[in-house]
């Protein structure tokens, strides 16, 4: 398994299947499970595969780039599909805009990677310097977050989907390292004391999580509620 599915199991405990073809992903969950809402994970091009609501999520800061489609840009489709999704989520952004919902990434824990140990925010000082490590599409985000909790992050950005050793991330001076739980994954076999990851919590807004409740209750009358 890859990074994401692996964090998703552990944070979750849902059941997970990797399949290039996802519909063949589908069928194998509901021969082994009775799911009533099935989530697949950049799963819009794989048309073959139907559904119900499509969201899309986009980071605020850096939108849709130059708007042009791989390789000449970041885009996967043209931006006129957009207009086909049920709705639009922007991570970063502060409110709800007439294109799509409000959502954050709100840092809620730090958690030691060898000890399993979780710890408040206010564990490291202000001003507390840190190694920080981030493997991931926007590594300057996670530095910006650190920034925000009045850290000093000492940044080493890595590419997504970076593979790690100890000896990689064995950096001067000796100084507490702070990391995505993404990557923590990948290392907790070889961490040292001093290694942390910073738990986020997906907080979408007000108007989303209504919204997405009532598209629940349209697709799964009856269903209970939390």
């Not at 390789?71 to 049920?86: H, I, K, S, V």
């Not at 310097?129 to 909790?149: D, E, K, S």
């Not at 064995?170 to 995505?180: A, D, E, G, K, R």
Request: glycine share 6%; charged share 25%.
């Amino acid at each position: 398994a890859g990074d994401e599915p692996l964090l998703i199991v552990q944070r979750t405990g849902v059941p997970l299947m990797i399949d290039p073809d996802r519909s063949r992903a589908v069928q194998a969950l509901l021969a082994s499970d009775a799911p009533d809402l099935i989530l697949c994970d950049d799963g819009m091009q794989h048309y073959r595969l139907a559904r119900d609501l499509e969201l899309v999520l986009i980071d605020a800061a850096r939108g849709l780039g130059n708007r042009r489609c791989l390789p000449a840009g970041p885009l996967r489709e043209p931006a006129e599909r957009l207009a086909e999704a049920d709705a639009v989520l922007f991570n970063g952004a502060e409110a709800d805009c007439d294109d799509g919902f409000a959502f954050q990434l709100r840092p809620s824990a730090l958690i030691n990677l060898r000890r399993g140990e979780r710890r408040d925010l206010d564990l490291f000082p202000a001003g507390q310097a840190v190694h920080a490590v981030a493997g991931i599409g926007n590594p300057q985000r996670f530095f910006n977050t650190l920034l925000g909790l009045n850290w000093q992050p000492v940044p080493h950005p890595f590419a997504d989907h970076a593979p790690y050793s100890r000896e990689v991330l064995s950096f001067s001076p000796p100084l507490p390292l702070v990391m995505t739980e993404k990557d923590a994954v990948k290392c907790r076999p070889f961490a040292a004391d001093d290694w942390w990851y910073l738990a986020v919590d997906a907080v979408p807004s007000q108007a989303f999580v209504a919204w997405f409740d009532a598209e629940l209750d349209r697709l799964l009358p009856g269903r209970p509620r939390p």
